[in-house]
C-alpha cells in the first residue's frame, strides 16, 4: 500500500487484481518507498504488458492455470472419453495427374493467399547459437532458410500472376512470428538482405511475449531468480500465432484485400514449397476450412500424429495428438503395445509436419469467439509423487496445430498426406541426439535436412525424365545418409512440377558424383550429360540453353566434425562440406537468348 502511489491508476487496478487472485507474494518482500522505486515501476510496466498480451488478461491466465494444474496433479487425462482410431485425408503422389492437378489449382489461387512463418522459437533440441532461419538450407549456394521462403512466396506471387492474366497483379503477404529470443536477429537478417528481394512492406514482424511462470498448483506467479522485481517469464508456444494474427488487425485487412487462405509454417522445413502448391490445390477443391499436411510418420518419431478422436458423447474431431502423448493415449485404450510401426513399417497415424492452410473467414468467425485463444497445456515436473511441488517453475503452453479444438462439427477439418521425400526435412536435432535416433527413423538433423534436398531434386528431375545416378551411403556425425547427385536450383526455376518438365528435355544424365546449381529462372537443360560440377546463373530477362557433356573434377564432400570448433557453427553441425576442386560456371547478366554448349 505504501508503494501504490508510484503507479498509474490502471496500475493501481492491476495491483488489486493479484492481490485478489493470491499474488501478494510478488509484492511482500517490497522496501520501503524511496528505496529501488524505479525497479517496482519497472516490474509494473512487465506485470503490464504480461496482462495485455494474454487474451483474458492475467486474472483469466492465473485462473486457466489453477484447472489444468489441479488436473494434472489429479492425473486427470487429458482425452478421457476419447477413443484414438486413423482418420482418413487426401494422399498425394507426387507427379501423377492428380498431383498435377492440385498444383495447377494451388498456384492459381496462391495470390489469394497469406503465409505466416512461426519463428519465435530458439530450437533448444539443435543447440545452434544463431536463429535457426538464417541457416543454410543447402550449402551449395548457402541460401538460408528465410532467403528460400522469401524467393518461394515471390515465385509464388509471379506464378499466380502468370496463370490469371488480366486480373490484377497481388502482393502475397509475408508474416513472421518472432521472440525475444529471435527478433532482433531476424531484423537484422532481412535488413541485412534487402529482404531477399521481397519489397520490405510486404512483410510483417510480430513478436509474441513470454508468459508467466507459476511456482506452485495454487498458480502463484515465479518471480524472476535473477530480480526479485521481475516476474519470471518462459515461452507460451507457437499458438500464440493466432492470438497475435488477430489483434494485429491483419486478417481483416486481408479479407477486405480479398484473400481466402492463411498458411502457416515452421522455421527449418527446406522441402516445404515442393509441397505447397498442390496443398493450397487440395484446399481449394475439397473446401477445406482447415487443411493439415502430413507425411508418413515412423513409430516415436518427434512429430505429432493426425488422429480422429471419437468421444463417448459422440462428437468427434480429426487433430495433432503430439508426440509426447500418442504412445500413452494409445496404450490407455487397447492398443497395448503404444505407438508402434504397422505392416507398412510405417505408424498408422499420419505425422503432423505442422503446415495449415485455414481458409480465411472461418478463422475470422472462430477468433472472433476466442479472441484467438488457443487450448493451453500445462507440463509441470513435480519434485515427488505427492505432486504438491515443483522442481523448475512452469508456464502454460499452446500449440498452432490445436486450432480446430475449439471448432463447431459442422467445420470442414481435413489433411493432406505426401512422401516425406517430398514435403518434410526440419533441421532440429544436434549431431549427437540425432546419431542416436534409432535405427530406420529420420534424423532430423542438419546433415539429414540438407541431404533431403538433394534426395528430393534428384528423384524430381528423375520424374522428368533425367537419368540421375542412385545415391552411395555415407556417414557424417555419425550419422548414415543417402548422398544423392547434389542438386539445387531457385524457386523461379520450378516451383511445379508442370514447371521442371517444361524446363528439362531431350537425353540428359546426372552422375552421383555430380553437383549442379540452377540459379536464373529461364534457363533450359537440354541432352545435357553432366558429370562434375555446373552452376549456371541468369537474369530473368535472359534465356540460357544448357546441353552437351560437362566433365570436371566437381565439388567433393569433405568430411568435418561437429567438434570442430576452427570449422563454422553452421557447417560443423552438418558434417561436410564442399571442397570446390574444378567447376563450369556460366553467368548470363545480359538480357537476350544463350547457348551454352559444352
Ligand atoms: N515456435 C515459436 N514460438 C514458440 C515455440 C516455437 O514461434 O514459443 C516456432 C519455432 O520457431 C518453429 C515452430 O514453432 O518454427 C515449431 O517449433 P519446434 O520446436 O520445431 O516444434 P516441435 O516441438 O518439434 O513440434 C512441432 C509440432 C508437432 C509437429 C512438428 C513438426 O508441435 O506437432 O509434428 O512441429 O515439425
Known amino acids: ?247 494485429s488487425g491483419l486478417l481483416y485487412e486481408w479479407r477486405d484485400a480479398g484473400l481466402r487462405w492463411v498458411l502457416f509454417f515452421q522455421d527449418t522445413n527446406g522441402l516445404l514449397f515442393k509441397a505447397i502448391p498442390a496443398s493450397i490445390g487440395v484446399s481449394v477443391t475439397k473446401g477445406y476450412h482447415v487443411n493439415s499436411l502430413a507425411v508418413p510418420r515412423k513409430a516415436k518419431e518427434a512429430i505429432g500424429g493426425i488422429t480422429k478422436l471419437t468421444h463417448t458423447d459422440g462428437r468427434s474431431m480429426v487433430i495433432n495428438v503430439e508426440y509426447n502423448q500418442l504412445d500413452p493415449l494409445l496404450r490407455a485404450t487397447g492398443f497395448p503395445d503404444g505407438d508402434v510401426n504397422c505392416e507398412t513399417g510405417y505408424s498408422p497415424f499420419p505425422g503432423n509436419i505442422n503446415q495449415l492452410i485455414l481458409e480465411l473467414d472461418s478463422y475470422i468467425e472462430e477468433l472472433k469467439k476466442t479472441g484467438g485463444g488457443i487450448k493451453e497445456f500445462v507440463n509441470p515436473k513435480y519434485k515427488d509423487a505427492s505432486k504438491t511441488s515443483f522442481k523448475s517453475s512452469t508456464r502454460l503452453e499452446c500449440m498452432m496445430q490445436d486450432y480446430p479444438k475449439t471448432l463447431p462439427p459442422s467445420a470442414r477439418v481435413g489433411f493432406t498426406v505426401m512422401d516425406a521425400w517430398l514435403a518434410y526435412a526440419p533441421v532440429k536435432n544436434n549431431p549427437e541426439d540425432a546419431a542416436k535416433v534409432p535405427k530406420g527413423n529420420p534424423y532430423h538433423s542438419a546433415t539429414s535436412g540438407e541431404m533431403a534436398v538433394y534426395r528430393a531434386n534428384s528423384l524430381i528431375l528423375r520424374k522428368a525424365g533425367v537419368k540421375v545416378d542412385n545415391p552411395v551411403n555415407e556417414v557424417f556425425n555419425g550419422q548414415e545418409v543417402e548422398v544423392w547427385p547434389r542438386i539445387v536450383w531457385k524457386p523461379t526455376w520450378g516451383l511445379t512440377f508442370a514447371d521442371i518438365r517444361s524446363k528439362v528435355s531431350g537425353s540428359c544424365s546426372i552422375t552421383q558424383r555430380s553437383t549442379l546449381a540452377i540459379k536464373g529462372q529461364n534457363i533450359f537443360v537440354k541432352d545435357l550429360s553432366l558429370d562434375g560440377a555446373l552452376v549456371i546463373d541468369s537474369i530473368d530477362e535472359a534465356e540460357v540453353k544448357v546441353g552437351g557433356s560437362v566433365q570436371n573434377k566437381g565439388w567433393i564432400l569433405e568430411k568435418v566434425d561437429y567438434k570442430d570448433t576452427s570449422v563454422p557453427e553452421e557447417i560443423r553441425i552438418r558434417g561436410f562440406r564442399f571442397k570446390q576442386i574444378e567447376q563450369l560456371e556460366k553467368h548470363c547478366s545480359e538480357p537476350g537468348k544463350f547457348e551454352l554448349k559444352a
Not at 119 to 131: D, F, Q, T, V
Not at 153 to 159: G, R, Y
Open 1 to 247: 500500500h505504501k508503494n501504490l502511489h508510484l503507479l498509474s491508476p490502471q496500475q493501481v487496478e492491476l495491483a488489486k487484481m493479484l492481490v485478489e487472485k493470491g499474488q501478494s507474494h510478488l509484492f511482500e518482500h517490497w522496501p520501503e518507498p524511496g528505496v529501488d522505486d524505479g525497479e517496482k515501476k519497472a516490474f509494473f510496466d512487465q506485470v503490464a504488458r504480461l496482462n495485455s498480451s494474454y487474451p483474458g488478461g492475467l486474472a483469466s491466465y492465473i485462473k486457466i492455470a489453477r484447472e489444468l494444474l489441479a488436473d494434472s496433479k489429479a492425473g486427470k487425462n487429458p482425452f478421457d472419453g476419447f477413443t484414438p482410431s486413423v482418420p482418413t485425408g487426401e494422399n498425394l503422389s507426387h507427379g501423377d495427374e492428380n498431383f498435377i492437378k492440385f498444383e495447377e489449382a494451388g498456384v492459381k489461387e496462391a495470390q489469394n493467399a497469406a503465409f505466416v512463418l512461426v519463428a519465435g522459437g530458439l530450437g533448444e533440441r539443435l543447440g545452434y547459437n544463431g536463429i535457426k532461419v538464417a541457416l543454410p538450407y543447402e550449402t551449395i549456394t548457402g541460401t538460408c532458410f528465410l532467403q528460400n521462403y522469401i524467393e518461394s512466396v515471390l515465385a509464388l506471387q509471379e506464378a499466380s500472376y502468370r496463370m490469371t492474366q488480366g486480373g490484377q497483379k497481388k502482393e502475397i503477404p509475408f508474416v513472421i512470428m518472432t521472440s525475444d529470443d529471435t527478433h532482433a536477429r531476424t531484423v537484422e537478417l532481412l535488413e541485412s538482405h534487402s529482404y531477399f528481394g521481397m519489397r520490405p512492406t510486404q512483410v510483417k514482424l510480430l513478436k509474441q511475449e513470454k508468459v508467466a511462470c507459476l511456482e506452485d498448483n495454487d498458480a502463484r506467479l515465479a518471480l524472476d531468480p535473477h530480480n526479485k522485481f521481475r516476474v519470471q517469464t518462459k515461452p507460451h508456444g507457437h499458438g500464440d500465432v493466432h492470438s497475435l494474427l488477430y489483434s
